[in-house]
């Protein structure tokens, strides 16, 4: 009789496939979609509900401090993975940890539903350390599924759709909720779907067979074996990792003002009150814009179920009840903005779902542009990235040039925004995405947890500087005008564009192969 544990078993063995990938991508796709829906709800409604009045149940910050807050917060979060990707590679395993940060952050989101001082901070400590289990580790797993590395940058524009499909989730969902319910009801929105997330993934474990397992013989032999030496032709392409990750700090630099000076212009600059027709054409645009998402999503979800329903029937019962639930909320949500057609208020974190659903829309495409001729080299991926995203901040900067230096309010028409999210994710799909498959590509096994979590660290330094360049918003706004502002972020991104450009030659001679 046989003992074998379904844990210990290969993917090769289970095997089963969905869109011509192993199902465990979409498995994690689906994990890691709930934990951002978590962290990009919460995201959402963290600046506004800081700088909003007491009597609007905020904590009435001033626009400076609020951004300080965020960039360390948001900052932290992307340091952290650091050491959560040293503790796997040496300790836990990749499967271990990603249930771990899970766990921390349902209890983080948890204490952010209860409106005290204390809980609220206790609860973003706990999402700082989970997300650093959490972050690096489930990156890796992704690779992990793959021994083909041509296939590995169309999976990881894949699972970046999941990414995008929980931010376009929470932002949508815990915005509406926080800001026309309550502030902590959008907080505890979060930690829901976090939970679920968890509880989907715990019961999934064994499609993923030894991939993200414990390291038991780096654990029982790292005393008695020698560390195996880095080659020359490794060193040179952790060098390309690391050049890649100081041009990821000025894109994140550029793209991070979406929770902070961007959320800012959507609350006190653009025009959000609708009346008539306009207000009719936003809430069809907006029903097509959150349902046909869904939609997509929903019928992946379809797909994995089919494929996997006899291995992992638990996974799929928590997964499937999850989209019940959403589609609730959804249909509440719709039905109540369907019964007041006269006027409407956009929600100023309403613009923040426009990226993900520009990820979601475009994603296959630029997936299936990976996989054909029309297949750039990493570093160009990358300058079209950072071209991009400056490109989107051009599109702000003219948008304000009507502005009066030093105004605290405005009335710019939404079209400018809509345009930079456009901009700013078309330039993700070419940079984010990317640069997780060629750190899966460049990095030896043996360190790959610690180089996700070195990557993740170019977003701490991003988002933290980020956040108090966000912080001078007021001020540049005062000497130059929001224009000069946003030209700031135009010409910087741009100029590394250039740069990055330049390098290709130097970098592409130091991938040695690797495409």
Request: hydrophobic fraction near 50%; glycine fraction near 12%.
């Amino acid at each position: 009789m046989s003992t074998t544990n379904p844990l210990s078993n290969s993917t090769n063995n289970i095997n089963p496939e969905v869109l011509n990938h192993p199902a465990g991508l979409f498995i994690l796709f689906f994990t890691e979609m709930w934990e951002r829906f978590s962290y990009y709800g919460m995201r959402a409604l963290l600046v506004l509900f800081l700088v909003t009045a007491l009597d609007g149940g905020g904590w009435g910050w001033s626009r400076e401090d609020a951004a300080v807050l965020y960039g360390v917060y948001t900052g932290l979060v992307y340091l952290t993975p650091l050491i959560g990707g040293w503790i796997a590679d040496r300790f836990t395993g990749f499967k271990a940890a990603v249930v771990i940060g899970a766990l921390l952050m349902t209890l983080g989101h948890l204490s952010l539903a209860f409106d005290t001082h204390a809980t609220f901070y206790l609860g973003l400590g706990l999402l700082i350390v989970g997300n650093g289990m959490f972050k690096p580790n489930i990156s890796s797993m992704v690779g992990g599924l793959y021994k083909d590395d041509t296939k590995k940058d169309g999976a990881y524009t894949i699972f970046y759709m999941g990414i995008n499909a929980g931010a376009f989730l929470g932002i949508m969902l815990c915005g509406y909720v926080g800001e026309t319910v309550g502030w902590h009801y959008g907080f505890g929105l979060a930690g829901v779907f976090m939970f679920f997330g968890l509880l989907q993934f715990y019961f999934a474990q064994a499609v993923f067979g030894d991939n993200g397992a414990r390291p038991v013989h780096m654990v029982e032999h790292q005393q008695s074996e020698e560390k195996p030496k880095l080659t020359s032709i490794e060193k040179d392409r952790l060098l390309v990792v690391g050049i890649f990750a100081i041009f990821v700090v000025v894109f994140w630099w550029a793209f991070e003002q979406a929770g902070s000076s961007m959320t800012i212009f959507a609350k006190d600059y653009t025009q959000r009150v609708l009346t008539g027709s306009s207000a009719t054409i936003y809430i069809w645009a907006n029903f097509f814009l959150t349902v046909v998402p869904i939609l997509v999503v929903t019928w992946v979800l379809g797909l994995l179920i089919k494929a996997t329903h006899h291995q992992i029937p638990l996974s799929n019962g928590f997964l499937g009840f999850s989209f019940a639930i959403i589609w609730a909320i959804v249909i509440w949500k719709v039905y109540s903005e369907f019964s007041s057609t006269t006027e409407i208020e956009v929600p100023a974190s309403w613009f923040g779902i426009l990226n993900s659903f520009f990820i979601i829309t475009m994603a296959p495409l630029f997936s299936k542009m990976w996989e054909t001729k029309i297949n750039p080299s990493g570093p160009v991926k990358f300058a079209m990235g950072l071209g991009l995203v400056g490109v989107g901040f051009a599109f702000l900067a003219y948008g304000a040039m009507g502005i009066t230096q030093g105004a605290t309010s405005a009335e710019v028409s939404m079209f400018w925004l809509i345009a930079a999210y456009f901009f700013h994710t078309a330039g993700e799909l070419c940079l984010s995405p990317v640069g997780l498959s060629y750190v899966s590509k460049l990095t030896p096994k043996r360190l790959l947890g610690l180089m996700f979590g070195v990557w993740f660290t170019a977003n701490f330094f991003a988002n933290t500087i980020g956040g108090f360049t966000a912080s001078a918003m007021d001020k540049i706004n005062e000497a130059i005008g929001l224009s000069g502002f946003f030209l700031v972020f135009t010409a910087i991104p741009i100029g590394a564009a250039v740069l990055m450009l330049l390098l290709t030659p130097f970098l592409k001679k130091r991938m040695h192969g690797i495409q």
